[in-house]
């Protein structure tokens, strides 16, 4: 922001800006954070392959697509147990008209 706008601005309205800054410079922090999170799980990988080969194994894949696939399996699942009680209610709503 200029210099001579600043001066010129309500301090509501740079409360705004301070707040949107502030959640920029959060929102890079978590990325950074999580950068490093991740970066600590391959080491960990990494090292039980290293001492226990048989038994611990590198991710064949990143972990964000393992992530990503069970979210979507999640989903799927969600979707078919939701599809299977509209089947079920549409299904006695339908007999419900052949008796009455």
């Known amino acids: 922001m200029p210099y001579d706008v600043f001066w010129k601005m309500n301090p509501r309205i740079l409360k705004i800006y301070q707040d949107a800054y502030n959640q920029q410079l959060q929102e890079k922090y978590d990325d950074i954070n999580y950068s490093g ?3 600590g ?3 960990i990988c990494a090292i039980q392959n290293v001492l226990e080969p048989k038994k ?3 991710p064949e894949e990143p972990f964000l697509n ?3 696939s069970d979210v979507e399996a999640e989903r799927s699942d969600v979707a078919a147990i939701r599809f299977e009680e509209y089947i079920d209610v549409f299904n006695k709503q339908f007999k419900k008209k052949q008796s009455g």
């Open 41 to 43: 799980q391959y080491m």
């Open 37 to 39: 999170w991740i970066a």
């Open 56 to 58: 611990a194994k590198y």
């Open 66 to 68: 393992q992530a990503k």
